[in-house]
């Protein structure tokens, strides 16, 4: 997955399938490009029932709309 690919979801409720094998659902809040964030990495916020949650970049093994 590509930094651009992120912004597709930004606004929709999402599932996030990550490379440890965690699976995140929620709503995707915001998308931060890699030359805002540090580390220089891009990002997703989802928003889920316990909260905000950020998950990074090279952390994301798909992301499917729900």
């Given at each position: 997955m590509t930094?651009?690919?992120l ?9 996030v399938?990550?490379?440890?094998g ?21 990002s997703?916020?989802?928003?889920r ?6 998950i ?11």
């Amino acid at each position: 997955m590509t930094e651009n690919e992120l912004y597709q979801f930004e606004g929709k409720n999402i599932r996030v399938n990550c490379t440890d094998g965690q699976v995140l659902s929620g709503f995707c809040c915001i998308v931060t490009q890699a030359l805002d964030n540090d580390p220089e990495v891009a990002s997703i916020v989802i928003e889920r029932d316990s909260g905000l949650t950020e998950i990074m970049l090279p952390e994301i093994e798909s992301i499917t709309v729900e």
